[in-house]
C-alpha cells in the first residue's frame, strides 16, 4: 500500500468524522451539561466505535450484510431504537435547570465510554462506508502492520476531533449561552437525534 493511498484513507476519515451526525450533537451536549473530562471519555467511546466498523469492514462485514440483508436490517433498526431512545431522554429532560459549575454531578468515564461507544455503534452504515474505502485505497495484499496503522489512525481521528469539541462547548461561554437556551436546545437536539435515527432505520 502506498504512502499516499495510506494518507487518502486518513485523510477521507477525517473529514468523514467531522461530518455533523448523532456523535456531534450528543458530544456538544454532554459537554455542556457534564463537562469536559465527561465529553472527553465520550470521545474516547466515539473512538472505539469507530475503530469497531473499520475492523469489520477489514472483516468483510460489508460483504456479508450484503449476502444476509435481514442482518444489516436488524442492526439498522437496533440502532435507530437506541438513537430514540437518547431523543426521548433529551425532551423528557429539556426544563431541568443546568446545574451550576460547581454542582456537576457528571456521569463516570466508563459510563461515558459506553454512551458513546454504543452511539456510534448505531449506524451500521459506517461499516459500508469503511468497505467502500477500503476497497477503493487498501490492496487485499496489505500487510496486517498496515492495516493495524489505519486502524489506530481512524481510532485517533474520531477521538480527538470529538476531544475538541468537547473543549469547545465545555468552555464557560459555550456553557452559559447552552444554559439560557437548556429547553429549546435540548429539544432541537432531541429531535435531530430522532431524524438521524429515523434516516438510518429507513435508509
Do not use: Q
Amino acid at each position: 500500500m502506498t504512502l499516499a493511498a495510506f494518507l487518502s484513507v486518513c485523510l477521507i476519515h477525517l473529514l468523514a468524522a467531522m461530518s455533523p451526525g448523532p456523535s456531534f450533537v450528543v458530544s456538544a451536549r454532554t459537554a455542556a451539561t457534564e463537562g469536559f473530562r465527561t465529553a472527553a471519555a465520550l470521545a474516547v467511546g466515539f473512538g472505539l466505535g469507530a475503530a469497531l466498523w473499520a475492523t469489520a469492514a477489514m472483516a468483510g462485514l460489508a460483504l456479508l450484510f450484503e449476502l444476509v440483508p435481514a442482518l444489516f436490517v436488524a442492526m439498522k433498526l437496533g440502532g435507530a431504537a437506541f438513537l430514540l431512545f437518547i431523543a426521548v431522554m433529551m425532551w423528557r429532560h429539556a426544563r431541568t435547570p443546568l446545574p451550576e459549575a460547581g454542582d456537576l454531578n457528571p456521569r463516570g468515564p466508563l459510563a461515558a465510554i459506553r454512551l458513546g461507544f454504543l452511539t456510534f455503534a448505531s449506524n451500521p452504515k459506517t461499516a459500508i462506508f469503511f468497505g467502500a474505502v477500503f476497497v477503493g485505497l487498501v490492496p487485499a495484499e496489505a500487510p496486517l502492520a498496515v492495516r493495524a496503522a489505519l486502524i489506530a489512525v481512524i481510532f485517533c481521528n474520531e477521538t480527538l476531533w470529538y476531544l475538541a469539541v468537547a473543549r469547545l462547548f465545555s468552555l464557560p461561554r459555550a456553557r452559559n449561552a447552552y444554559g439560557r437556551f437548556k429547553a429549546l436546545l435540548d429539544r432541537a437536539f432531541g429531535t435531530l437525534i430522532a431524524a438521524f435515527g429515523l434516516k438510518i432505520a429507513f435508509s
